[in-house]
């Protein structure tokens, strides 16, 4: 909350761009009991993660939501916390961020079309508010619409149409996006057609490396996820050559780089397998750190793929 | 099958230890010469004398003048550089110090790095670390290193409930044993005779033995700048009979294995680890037979009393026994409190985690004392994390919060800043030494 001398650049000591979102992704999808940080993710591995040990089960709760905003509970101290379209885009005013998105609600992933309908036309009324907030005091900042619909083309058309209408700087893709890659797909097919060309877009939640490769043919431009960073905490790296799993008995003696066709951190298999096994926190350090490494090489190909003509 | 070739992999022992195991009663090699506990080791005549070698020097820069100190500002030069003392050594347990990487600590002026042998014999095992170019390549650590025989894990952490500071003055061990991130890491002692020790690996419940020479051999392997022989660690409350017993079956180890590592020095040095307790003569003894053999430098190790004040006390009339052209090492003990303690009773190197491992669990060390950084009043302090001492970019606030949410950064950013602090104390000492004021 409240005061961040200097903001949140200055806070991370990051000289270099961020993004918040609005809050709203985590007071929907972690009101669930079970839910977890990937609402949006597909859920394949959603079992295996429930066992992670070191990440702290952050569960809120949903208190109301209304035309006004939601109030969910703090998981700190369980006061209640309000946010709406204003004060969600007045705190990420004070987080200072380079793009901001504005409030939305995110529907359960099933729901009738009643519903959804209801819901988007709720996130469409919210972000409207939202623009305005941010309009009347722009601090250098820019803001994405989130576009929704779920699954439901109609919906997901009308949502694209509106918001492009309105003077964002960008367009998020947010909510549900199908029950697993494929359908993933062959959504992003007919819906990033519908986005401004001139303006950049963001894929919301969804980052593994396997849905790179698929969505930035689909013509997705930035696109965050937990993914990487946490399967490295899990002994994966991620490769040239696929997913190692350096905790495998196979890389105790094995002196060489982590990935021979990709430079990331100065640390053969062996010393990184040895520290997984001895659960040195240095483990979680260098494995991450060699999966940014890896995303950034897989991006940097493929931008140079694009400049080719082969992507 | 497997099971035995990964034993003798371990242990590089593999017939007499087998020829052990079959017999009924131990064989002549575990037990003392002539039966005799208190055998003598080998005389001084039995080695050839100290002198200082090409690979490793001492060189004293200044001896301080202030009356009653014997404090000294000296430089260590070792095949992986060099190391200015009185220094602070971070213990780095599994060859790594716990969440900071070897290019951060250099950064924040880590001269010298402890490792432990015992930890890296359970995992991987001396031979991967010598395929992999040694320690300093493994764990890409360019500069110099002190290892252990890994006597101390074995004899300390024998006990269920010991940790990785036996030797720490005890006062906060409730404390610690609430430590959620700390893997109890409790290996059994088997047995202890004159060959050596044998102890259960802690991994895999396979018996590693531990003798004088396996000990040098797995350091040569390891290729530590420094490394030291293995003794015995007897338990706190000992009769004096026994305890005299220990100080001269360590000693009888000490001399096997300065005989192997001078068989193939391999650009290392070797100190000898003076013991007695608390005992006035047996640490007199001690420290006047090792000085008589050619250790590159003496360690003070065992026990030195329940407190602060009695260690101070012992290492005032112990540290004039040790040659002064040699350098010294305090195993085990280097809160600041201490260091502040021992530097001005001649203390050259001084090892421990205190000061990492409080910082894990958001103890600062400041030139203002200890900021614990979980206090509620650190939440709103965009400050430095010490004003008087340069450390990692980081404000008081943010590593506040970085606690508060758990976040491993946290323990990054704590222990690095710690490690400046030491360092920044013992630059400071250094030259107040320099200025004859310590």
């Not at chain 1, 969910?72 to 004070?94: C, H, M, N």
């Not at chain 2, 203002?368 to 939440?379: L, Q």
Request: charged letters at 25%; a neutral charge.
């Amino acid at each position: 909350s409240s005061r961040i001398p200097g903001g949140l650049h200055k806070f991370m000591r990051r000289d270099a761009p961020i993004i918040t979102d609005s809050g709203g992704f985590q007071v929907f999808s972690l009101a669930e009991p079970d839910s977890d940080e990937d609402g949006a993710e597909l859920k394949q591995k959603r079992a295996r993660r429930k066992k992670d040990d070191a990440e702290q089960p952050q569960h809120g709760k949903l208190v109301s939501v209304n035309e006004r905003g939601v109030v969910f509970k703090s998981y700190r101290d369980g006061l209640p916390i309000e946010l709406t379209p204003e004060s969600s885009v007045a705190a990420q005013k004070r987080l200072g961020a380079d793009i901001i998105i504005p409030l939305d609600e995110l529907p359960p992933y099933h729901v009738t079309r009643e519903r959804l309908e209801a819901s988007v036309q709720l996130s469409h009324r919210w972000m409207a508010r939202s623009l305005r907030a941010h309009l009347s005091d722009v601090r250098g900042q820019a803001m994405y619409a989130v576009v929704h619909g779920g699954v439901d083309r109609e919906l997901r058309t009308r949502s694209a149409s509106y918001l492009s209408s309105l003077p964002f700087d960008g367009m998020a893709v947010g909510g549900s996006l199908g029950k697993d890659r494929a359908e993933m797909v062959e959504m992003l097919g007919w819906l990033m057609p519908l986005l401004p060309r001139d303006r950049p877009n963001h894929l919301l939640g969804i980052a593994d490396p396997e849905s790179c490769a698929a969505v930035v043919p689909l013509g997705v431009d930035t696109m965050d996820s937990c993914n990487p960073t946490r399967v490295a905490r899990h002994g994966s790296l991620l490769t040239t050559a696929g997913v190692v799993r350096i905790g495998a008995t196979r890389y105790k003696d094995d002196h060489g780089p982590l990935d021979p066709d990709c430079p990331s951190v100065d640390c053969t298999r062996a010393y990184l397998h040895h520290l997984f096994k001895q659960s040195e926190p240095l483990a979680l350090t260098l494995a991450s750190l060699h999966n940014i490494y890896y995303m950034n090489h897989m991006m940097r190909d493929m931008r140079e793929r694009i400049m080719r003509d082969e992507l | 099958a497997a099971l035995q070739k990964r034993y003798r992999e371990l242990s590089g022992d593999a017939e007499d230890y087998k020829k052990q195991k079959k017999r009924k009663a131990p064989d002549a090699s575990t037990r003392p010469p002539n039966d005799d506990p208190l055998a003598a080791p080998p005389a001084a005549d039995a080695f050839p004398p100290f002198a200082p070698r090409e690979h490793f020097r001492f060189e004293v820069l200044h001896e301080s003048k202030k009356p009653g100190s014997r404090a000294r500002v000296g430089r260590l030069h070792t095949p992986h550089g060099t190391i200015d003392t009185p220094c602070f050594v971070p213990v780095g347990t599994n060859g790594a110090l716990k969440a900071v990487d070897a290019a951060s600590a250099m950064e924040a002026g880590v001269e010298l790095q402890f490792c432990n042998t015992y930890h890296l014999l359970v995992h991987p095992g001396a031979d991967v670390v010598e395929r992999a170019g040694g320690l300093h390549k493994f764990m890409r650590r360019d500069a110099p290193i002190i290892t252990d025989s890994g006597g101390f894990q074995v004899f300390s952490l024998a006990e269920p409930d010991s940790d990785e500071d036996g030797a720490e003055l005890k006062q906060k061990r409730a404390r610690r044993k609430k430590d959620d991130a700390e893997q109890p890491q409790h290996g059994k002692l088997v047995s202890v005779n004159e060959r050596g020790v044998v102890f259960k690996s802690y991994r895999d419940g396979l018996p590693i033995e531990l003798t004088p020479e396996s000990s040098v051999a797995a350091q040569k392997r390891l290729g530590a700048d420094i490394i030291i022989p293995l003794d015995e660690l007897p338990p706190y409350h000992v009769t004096r009979e026994r305890l005299e017993a220990s100080v001269q079956l360590s000693h009888r180890w000490m001399a096997r294995s300065l005989r192997a590592h001078l068989s193939d020095v391999r650009g290392q040095a070797m100190y000898a680890v003076v013991h007695g307790g608390v005992d006035r003569e047996l640490r007199t003894r001690s420290a006047s037979y090792l000085s008589s053999l050619p250790f590159d430098g003496m360690a003070v190790g065992g026990s030195l009393g329940k407190d602060r004040a009695e260690m101070v006390e012992m290492l005032g009339w112990l540290m004039p026994l040790l040659p002064r052209d040699r350098p010294n090492h305090l195993l085990g003990i280097a809160d600041p409190e201490s260091c502040a303690a021992v530097v001005p009773l001649g203390v050259d190197t001084m090892d421990s985690c205190n000061p990492t491992r409080v910082a894990r669990h958001g103890s600062l060390l400041t030139t203002a004392g200890v900021v614990r950084i979980g206090a509620t009043r650190y939440k709103d302090d965009h400050g430095p994390l010490d004003p008087d001492c340069p450390s990692v970019d980081c404000t008081r606030a943010y590593l506040h919060h970085l606690f508060k949410q758990s976040e491993p950064l946290a323990l990054t950013l704590a222990s690095l800043h710690n490690i400046y602090y030491m360092n920044h104390m013992m630059r400071d000492m250094r030259e107040r030494i320099m200025r004859d004021e310590l």
